[in-house]
């Protein structure tokens, strides 16, 4: 854990096993289903924060690291409303899927940003790079799983919802996994060439003069 990126993602790591273990022992043994779906909600909400924070570390832009920081405002906002509104009926997926839906872009930035500098080791040599890659495998994979999950009771169809959202975050767990297997440097600016894109070396026109 030698950068800040990994330190928060460490963070989340406890958080999620604090709220796994919380939110079994809710639905199995205390048997409370409402305190079981506001520990969902206010897990949403830790992970959103995390997550963005996480991403805040890696960026390297001034104005996408604001972008990201200031959307846990309303996100923060949307899931609080959400909540309330959604009492006594049945559980919202809204915050999920715009969770989802802002971190298929944030990460996306992140692989765009990355590719358009240079460094001295490769990116997939980097742990960041590859944590990032198995929470975008576990967004996208698991997006449509939550916009559709509540479209049909069909009992086949639930199955194979399910199966996709076990094999999709399997599927990431195991990359989660394998990143620490990779190496974390801490880059500074003599690490990084940026390469500027209005840069067309097929315009280099000289110019002479004929005496």
């Known amino acids: 854990m030698n950068t800040k990126a990994l330190k928060v993602f460490f963070v989340y790591t406890i958080v999620l096993a604090f709220f796994v273990l919380f939110s079994i022992l809710e639905l199995f043994v205390f048997k409370s289903k409402s305190a ?18 996480f991403l805040y570390q890696l960026y390297q832009s001034t104005l996408a690291k604001k972008i990201i920081i200031f959307s846990i405002i309303p996100f923060v906002i949307i899931s609080i409303v959400n909540y309330y509104i959604s009492l006594g009926s049945n559980f919202s997926n809204y915050p999920l899927l ?3 839906l802002a971190f298929i872009v944030f990460i996306i930035y992140f692989f765009y940003e990355k590719m358009n500098t240079v460094v ?22 698991n997006f449509f799983f939550f916009l559709f999950i509540n479209s049909s009771k069909d009992k086949d169809f639930m199955t194979q919802m399910r199966t996709i959202y076990s094999l999709v975050t399997i599927t990431k767990n195991i990359i989660l996994c394998v990143a620490f297997f990779a190496t974390e440097k801490i880059e500074t600016q003599e690490d990084i060439l940026h390469i500027p894109s209005e840069l067309d070396l097929d315009s280099f026109n000289p110019k002479t003069t004929l005496n």
Do not use: D
């Not at 001295?120 to 994979?141: K, N």
């Open 36 to 53: 079981y779906l506001f520990t969902i909600k206010l897990y949403g909400l830790v992970e959103y924060c995390l997550f963005a924070t």
């Open 98 to 100: 715009i969770e989802f």
């Open 120 to 141: 001295e080791y490769p990116l997939y040599q980097s742990i960041s790079f590859w944590i990032s890659m198995g929470l975008f495998i576990y967004f996208t994979g």
